[in-house]
């Protein structure tokens, strides 16, 4: 005590502060490091958490998005099919309304599958159209409760076939030389449909709508299957062919009528 009075150990106390302070800062900032990290690994925790439920929260909106969208597509499908039934026009025809359940995931063919069958007196070979109206294709296979609809698109798929030509009115214009010929499914080719064997002095031109024309007993007549798209001429050739895009929605089909039959009398 007297030799700390008298200052003769303060050189001492110097040089053991000198080198003990660093340790003493360094003890401190650990502390406080560890006590900081302490509060981030909390706060993370807690960010993680907010980050998990927000994910759910946006999952279930996405969820409630698709289930609206869905029902409102299902509306609309509903919405066509009842107009198409309440078209006079369309009284001439006995129907069965089925859901796409299935598609051909193969790619040999362009065909659905839907959920009714013999049970509801389909047989192979009826024609199918969409709710609007347009044709999609015909039964190829039935099962009692499933049948396989061929479409349009597939090679194997032909229909004897016509145009019609509309002004910017909706009204009909006359053509002096319908084109006829028959539309051939070309999916498999890398197209979609082909018109064969147009006479070449048939009027036919981009635009113009392509009706079924009833001959051959496998579509009723005036069933849209589509409209030009293009038109093919050549020279060495004797006729022309004729590019068509189908009306019906092929690949988003969700819902589809099988004709059973016609009333003639209606």
Same mark, same amino acid.
């Given at each position: ?129 969409? &709710? ?7 039964? *190829?296979? =039935?099962?009692?409760?499933? +049948?396989? $609809?061929?479409? !349009? ?9 016509y145009n019609k030509r509309f002004g910017q009115n909706g009204k009909q214009i006359t053509i002096d030389k319908n084109a006829d010929g028959t539309a051939v499914g070309q999916w498999q080719r890398g197209g979609r449909i082909t018109i064969f064997r147009i006479s070449k002095d048939a009027d036919i031109k981009p635009g113009d709508y392509i009706f079924t024309d009833g001959k051959g007993a496998t579509f009723p007549a005036d069933i849209l299957v589509g409209f030009v798209?293009?038109? &093919? ?7 022309? *062919?004729? =590019?068509?895009?189908?009306? +019906?929605? $092929?690949?988003? !089909? ?13």
């Open positions: 005590m007297t030799l700390d009075r008298v200052g003769f150990l303060r050189p001492v106390e110097q040089i053991i502060t000198t080198l003990t302070s660093p340790i003493e800062q360094g003890a401190y900032n650990l502390g406080r490091n560890f006590s900081d990290l302490s509060a981030f690994l909390k706060d993370l925790n807690t960010l993680k958490a907010e980050n998990n439920q927000l994910r759910q929260e946006l999952q279930t909106v996405r969820e409630e998005r698709a289930k609206a969208a869905d029902l409102a597509s299902q509306l609309l499908e509903l919405e066509k099919e009842l107009a198409f039934k309440s078209n006079p026009e369309n009284k001439r025809f006995q129907t069965v309304s089925a859901d796409v359940i299935n598609r051909d995931l193969t790619g040999n063919n362009q065909a659905i599958q839907i959920n009714k069958g013999s049970n509801d007196n389909i047989t192979k070979g009826m024609p199918v159209v969409d &709710v609007s109206g347009f044709l999609v294709g015909r039964v *190829e296979k =039935v099962e009692t409760k499933r +049948s396989t $609809i061929l479409l !349009i698109t597939d090679t194997g798929m032909a229909a004897n076939v798209t293009d038109v &093919v001429t050549s020279d060495s050739a004797p006729d022309k *062919e004729a =590019v068509l895009a189908p009306s +019906s929605d $092929i690949e988003r !089909i969700q819902r589809v009528q099988v004709i059973l039959g016609t009333n003639e009398t209606n």
